[in-house]
């Protein structure tokens, strides 16, 4: 594909988003109107073309890019058509995977990003915190060179009567400890999770500026049954916490719990560029997320 117009132009004037973006041009791949191995035009021409500012035509090539359907564009070379189907699309009856298969390699794929956004609704960071293991590795071996790094997390708040991890028994010597060793790990893993993202500030992305980290917590009133992460705005893995009866040690003391399997749970995918069910799902889990975030929600203290 060239720089002309006739190619790109879908006869719009009104305002458009990064989805009104991507998905004109993502309906012209498909179509086979934009054919494989051509050329996008350069940014300031999609910027003209669609009546947006720059960083709408970045979002939509971003999510392009996240899909498979286009090459990482660069200074003075722009991103070509790698596909006409999504790399990532998947049939619509594929099985769910447990977190501990599925996660890694989807949190890998989505640094490849020049502007990586996760956001993720957990129990505590323990599991996104493996996941994040290769990528960040991967940064600074110099191997992936985001721009910028956005991760947003949910977590329970203290002061909440946890419905799990608690104690089989009930008793209020029980639930104390319970709930101190549920606490200890919530505010160690996130210390970790921002200690680990935080130590890339110092590191050059593609744009031969330091890497932009903002990482923010805050506060669910609530014990989610769900665990969520949404990648970049273009995935979705969803899943249920698993709730089993085992023994813990706790202040040498044995004592029976329910408690959630993180790791071992299973994970169902879901893309935007999979089919409009998908899509559906990740725009409506993006937009709960969103809602949360500046509704029920409030500042996390990890230190407390």
Request: net charge neutral.
């Amino acid at each position: 594909m060239t720089s002309q117009p006739d190619e790109v132009t879908d006869g719009g004037g009104a305002r458009r988003t990064p989805d009104d973006v991507a998905a004109s041009l993502r309906a012209r791949i498909r179509a086979g109107e934009l054919k494989v191995g051509a050329k996008l035009p350069t940014q300031a021409w999609l910027v003209e073309h669609y009546g947006v500012e720059r960083t709408v035509v970045r979002q939509a090539l971003q999510q392009l890019h996240a899909e498979g359907l286009i090459t990482e564009g660069r200074k003075g070379a722009p991103a070509k058509i790698a596909s006409a189907v999504p790399a990532a699309s998947r049939p619509s009856d594929e099985e769910p995977k447990r977190t501990a298969a599925v996660l890694s390699p989807r949190v890998a794929e989505a640094f490849r990003a020049k502007e990586v956004r996760i956001d993720a609704v957990c129990l505590t960071t323990e599991t996104l915190n493996l996941a994040l293991g290769e990528p960040l590795g991967a940064i600074h071996a110099g191997l992936f060179r985001p721009e910028s790094v956005h991760v947003r997390v949910l977590l329970p708040d203290r002061n909440i009567n946890l419905a799990f991890p608690r104690p089989v028994h009930r008793s209020a010597d029980g639930d104390r400890l319970v709930h101190e060793r549920w606490l200890s790990q919530r505010n160690t893993q996130g210390l970790v999770l921002r200690d680990n993202l935080e130590a890339l500030r110092l590191i050059k992305g593609a744009n031969g500026e330091e890497i932009d980290i903002r990482i923010e917590f805050q506060a669910l009133p609530l014990t989610s049954p769900i665990k969520l992460y949404l990648l970049n705005g273009s995935e979705a893995l969803f899943g249920y916490y698993d709730i089993v009866e085992r023994e813990q040690g706790i202040a040498d003391r044995s004592v029976e719990i329910y408690d959630s399997l993180g790791y071992e749970s299973m994970l169902f995918q879901y893309l935007r560029g999979g089919g409009s069910r998908d899509a559906a799902f990740v725009e409506r889990s993006q937009r709960w997320f969103d809602n949360l975030w500046v509704t029920i929600t409030t500042s996390l203290n990890l230190g407390g």
